[in-house]
Nanobody, 122 residues
Framework: QVQMAESGGGLVQAGDSLRLSCAAS????????MGWFRQAPGKEREFVAL????????HYADFVKGRFTISRDNAKNMVYLQMSSLKPEDTAVYYC???????????????WGQGTQVTVSS
């Protein structure tokens, strides 16, 4: 019931910044927790960041704390991931996910986007 389209990925150098966007459609995201996940080749999808639909605090994976910032604009049905101080190990396909609940702890989400590739060179 929620379609999402990620954009903003690309090839950057280590230390650079990049802003990912997730455009949702079909339903308002106001009642959904929105999260960013990533998956590198041959690895499982891992949690990156979460912004809940409530006033609860955002959550971040330890490996991105202080570098990434998740935000949402419910009026625009958009979710963003501002990434700074990128490292080669951040290279992955980044996915936007929606959960009709708290979205925390991270687990099975209801809807996913198709992903956007982020490649960080050293």
């Amino acid at each position: 019931q929620v379609q999402m389209a990620e954009s903003g990925g690309g090839l950057v150098q280590a230390g650079d910044s990049l802003r990912l966007s997730c455009a949702a459609s079909g339903r308002s995201i106001v009642n959904y927790a929105m999260g960013w996940f990533r998956q590198a080749p041959g690895k499982e999808r891992e949690f990156v960041a979460l912004t809940p639909w409530s006033a609860a605090s955002t959550h971040y994976a330890d490996f991105v704390k202080g570098r990434f910032t998740i935000s949402r604009d419910n009026a625009k049905n958009m979710v963003y991931l501002q990434m700074s101080s990128l490292k080669p190990e951040d290279t992955a396909v980044y996915y936007c996910g929606a959960h009709h609940g708290t979205g925390w702890p991270p687990g099975k989400y209801d809807y996913w986007g198709q992903g956007t590739q982020v490649t960080v060179s050293s």
